[in-house]
Nanobody
Protein backbone atom coordinates (compact mmCIF):
# COMPACT_ATOMS: atom_id res chain seq x y z
CA UNK A 1 0.00 0.00 0.00
CA UNK A 2 1.33 3.40 -1.01
CA UNK A 3 0.50 6.64 0.76
CA UNK A 4 1.14 9.86 -1.13
CA UNK A 5 1.34 13.28 0.49
CA UNK A 6 1.55 16.42 -1.62
CA UNK A 7 2.98 19.72 -0.45
CA UNK A 8 4.13 23.03 -1.90
CA UNK A 9 0.85 24.47 -3.07
CA UNK A 10 -0.22 28.00 -2.30
CA UNK A 11 -1.12 31.40 -3.66
CA UNK A 12 1.13 32.99 -6.27
CA UNK A 13 0.86 35.89 -8.68
CA UNK A 14 0.72 35.30 -12.42
CA UNK A 15 4.20 34.75 -13.78
CA UNK A 16 5.41 33.25 -10.53
CA UNK A 17 6.66 29.77 -9.70
CA UNK A 18 5.85 26.96 -7.31
CA UNK A 19 7.41 23.59 -6.69
CA UNK A 20 5.13 20.76 -5.67
CA UNK A 21 6.43 17.70 -3.87
CA UNK A 22 4.86 14.28 -3.48
CA UNK A 23 6.34 12.14 -0.75
CA UNK A 24 5.53 8.46 -0.69
CA UNK A 25 5.48 5.99 2.16
CA UNK A 26 4.51 2.37 2.51
CA UNK A 27 6.36 1.26 -0.58
CA UNK A 28 9.31 2.29 -2.67
CA UNK A 29 8.36 4.21 -5.81
CA UNK A 30 11.18 3.12 -8.06
CA UNK A 31 8.97 0.69 -10.00
CA UNK A 32 5.95 3.01 -10.19
CA UNK A 33 4.94 5.32 -12.96
CA UNK A 34 4.14 8.69 -11.42
CA UNK A 35 2.08 11.67 -12.43
CA UNK A 36 0.56 14.97 -11.47
CA UNK A 37 -3.08 15.66 -12.26
CA UNK A 38 -5.19 18.71 -11.55
CA UNK A 39 -8.83 19.53 -11.16
CA UNK A 40 -10.22 23.03 -11.46
CA UNK A 41 -13.67 23.96 -10.14
CA UNK A 42 -16.36 22.63 -12.44
CA UNK A 43 -13.89 20.74 -14.60
CA UNK A 44 -12.76 17.17 -14.93
CA UNK A 45 -9.47 16.01 -13.51
CA UNK A 46 -6.76 16.16 -16.14
CA UNK A 47 -3.24 14.84 -16.50
CA UNK A 48 -0.63 17.57 -16.20
CA UNK A 49 2.62 15.62 -16.34
CA UNK A 50 3.78 12.04 -16.00
CA UNK A 51 7.09 10.27 -15.58
CA UNK A 52 7.71 6.57 -16.04
CA UNK A 53 9.80 4.37 -13.78
CA UNK A 54 12.48 4.67 -16.46
CA UNK A 55 12.46 8.46 -16.32
CA UNK A 56 10.59 9.28 -19.53
CA UNK A 57 8.19 12.20 -19.14
CA UNK A 58 5.27 13.70 -21.00
CA UNK A 59 3.19 16.82 -20.49
CA UNK A 60 -0.17 18.29 -21.27
CA UNK A 61 0.10 20.77 -24.13
CA UNK A 62 -1.06 23.56 -21.84
CA UNK A 63 1.98 23.24 -19.58
CA UNK A 64 4.74 22.24 -21.99
CA UNK A 65 7.76 24.47 -21.59
CA UNK A 66 6.54 25.78 -18.23
CA UNK A 67 6.27 22.71 -15.98
CA UNK A 68 8.88 20.05 -15.28
CA UNK A 69 8.26 16.73 -13.57
CA UNK A 70 11.11 14.91 -11.89
CA UNK A 71 11.64 12.10 -9.44
CA UNK A 72 14.15 11.25 -6.77
CA UNK A 73 13.84 7.55 -6.08
CA UNK A 74 16.35 7.75 -3.23
CA UNK A 75 14.03 10.19 -1.45
CA UNK A 76 10.87 8.42 -2.63
CA UNK A 77 9.63 11.77 -3.89
CA UNK A 78 8.26 13.21 -7.10
CA UNK A 79 8.33 16.91 -7.93
CA UNK A 80 6.52 19.30 -10.21
CA UNK A 81 8.33 22.55 -10.92
CA UNK A 82 5.82 25.07 -12.21
CA UNK A 83 7.06 28.27 -13.81
CA UNK A 84 5.28 31.15 -15.55
CA UNK A 85 2.08 30.27 -13.73
CA UNK A 86 -1.15 31.64 -15.12
CA UNK A 87 -4.62 32.04 -13.56
CA UNK A 88 -5.83 29.09 -15.63
CA UNK A 89 -3.38 26.87 -13.73
CA UNK A 90 -5.49 27.37 -10.60
CA UNK A 91 -6.63 23.95 -9.43
CA UNK A 92 -6.16 21.23 -6.88
CA UNK A 93 -3.08 19.25 -7.87
CA UNK A 94 -3.02 15.53 -7.16
CA UNK A 95 -0.10 13.14 -7.11
CA UNK A 96 -0.69 9.75 -8.72
CA UNK A 97 1.26 6.52 -8.61
CA UNK A 98 0.64 3.43 -10.68
CA UNK A 99 2.13 -0.04 -10.49
CA UNK A 100 0.66 -2.35 -13.12
CA UNK A 101 -3.11 -1.94 -12.64
CA UNK A 102 -3.04 -0.50 -9.13
CA UNK A 103 -3.47 3.24 -8.72
CA UNK A 104 -2.78 5.44 -5.73
CA UNK A 105 -3.75 9.09 -5.18
CA UNK A 106 -2.72 11.78 -2.78
CA UNK A 107 -5.17 14.09 -1.07
CA UNK A 108 -4.28 17.05 -3.26
CA UNK A 109 -2.75 20.47 -2.77
CA UNK A 110 -4.36 23.75 -3.79
CA UNK A 111 -2.61 26.01 -6.26
CA UNK A 112 -4.12 29.45 -6.77
CA UNK A 113 -2.71 31.91 -9.30
CA UNK A 114 -3.89 35.49 -9.07
CA UNK A 115 -3.92 37.83 -12.04
Amino acid sequence: QVQLVESGGGLVQAGGSLRLSCAASGSHLSMHDMGWHRQAPGKQRELVAAITNGGSSNYADSVKGRFTISRDNAKNTVYLQMNSLQPEDTAIYYCHARLFVTNYWGQGTQVTVSS
